[in-house]
C-alpha cells in the first residue's frame, strides 16, 4: 500500500510564510504528477499547484508569485513554499500523488491526511 504523510502546517500572521512536506512511502515503483490541493469550511477543494516528474509546474492564479512547488523524486516528497501568506490562505492543504506501483502498470491516485494552515493576526 501507499501512505502520504505531510507536515509543516501552523498558524502564521499574514505577510508571514510556511513549507509543507509530503512524503509518499509503500509500495511505489514511480510517481508521476504530485500536487497540493486545498478546501477551507464552505469551499470546495481547489487546486493549488501541481508538479509532474519531469518538473513542469502548474499553480492557481491565486497563488502565483507567492508559493512555489518542487519535488525530490528521490525521497518521493514534494514540497510547497508559500510566502506572503494571506487570510485567505487559511485552509487544509492536501498533497496528492499519482502512484505507479508496478512496471507497465495503470497509476492511483494517493491523498495525505491534510495538514490545517492558518493565517490570522
Known amino acids: 500500500q501507499v501512505q502520504l504523510v505531510e507536515s509543516g502546517g501552523g498558524l502564521v500572521q499574514p505577510g508571514g510564510s510556511l513549507r509543507l512536506s509530503c512524503a509518499a512511502s509503500?509500495?511505489?515503483?514511480?510517481?508521476?504528477?504530485m500536487g497540493w490541493y486545498r478546501q477551507a469550511p464552505g469551499n470546495t477543494r481547489e487546486l493549488v499547484a501541481t508538479i509532474t516528474r519531469g518538473g513542469s509546474t502548474v499553480y492557481a492564479d491565486s497563488v502565483k508569485g507567492r508559493f512555489t512547488i518542487s519535488r525530490d523524486n528521490a525521497k518521493n516528497t514534494v514540497y510547497l513554499q508559500m510566502n506572503m501568506l494571506k487570510p485567505e490562505d487559511t485552509a487544509v492543504y492536501y498533497c496528492?500523488?499519482?502512484?505507479?506501483?508496478?512496471?507497465?502498470?495503470?497509476?492511483?491516485?494517493?491523498w495525505g491526511q491534510g495538514t490545517q494552515v492558518t493565517v490570522s493576526s
Open positions: 496528492y500523488a499519482d502512484v505507479v506501483r508496478g512496471l507497465s502498470r495503470g497509476s492511483v491516485a494517493y
Open positions: 509503500g509500495s511505489i515503483f514511480s510517481i508521476n504528477a
